[in-house]
């Protein structure tokens, strides 16, 4: 069976990966705490969101307050993502995670959020939470991320991703 050529990445294709390891002793606190990063903006060829050039990102995780974190763990996903999708090709992912301790995981699309701004383009301090989301162009949105047909979809209960993108 002859293979898709768009199964096969060009050569210039770049993913930039950066790991920032440190220690980090925290006191309890109680509500937890939030580590934040945001930058300014996307590219303008992007489709799905209004006035991409001025939509930042923002990444964000908590911390939770010490009496939720006892003998707990974070999930660890079995596979990257792919860098790219083949338009008119179907999609089929496992975006499936492994918890150590064994919790319940539960797979949506998330909500992306805002971030900074072109006159404010890396805050330092960043934001407090209380994000916006970003301005999707209508049809997009959060469970309609990109133009596709079938539709992009999680499953709940596996993380299976499917869809086919056009």
Do not use: K
Request: negative net charge.
């Amino acid at each position: 069976q002859p293979i898709n050529p768009c199964l096969t990445p060009p050569n210039n294709i770049c993913v930039e990966q950066a790991i920032y390891d440190t220690v980090v002793s925290l006191p309890p606190l109680t509500g937890g705490y939030d580590i934040t990063y945001q930058r300014c903006c996307r590219n303008n060829t992007i489709m799905n969101l209004v006035n991409p050039q001025d939509v930042g990102a923002t990444y964000t995780c908590r911390i939770p307050d010490p009496s939720l974190a006892v003998n707990n763990s974070s999930p660890r996903f079995n596979n990257y993502p792919p860098i790219f999708l083949c338009a008119n090709s179907p999609f089929n992912f496992d975006h499936s995670a492994y918890d150590p301790d064994g919790d319940l995981l539960v797979y949506e699309f998330a909500n992306p959020w805002d971030g900074a701004t072109s006159l404010y383009p890396m805050p330092q301090p960043p934001a407090a939470p209380g994000y916006t989301p970003v301005p999707f162009m209508p049809p997009y949105n959060t469970n309609y991320p990109m133009s596709s047909a079938p539709a992009m979809a999680v499953n709940a209960n596996t993380g299976l991703m499917t869809g086919t993108p056009n």
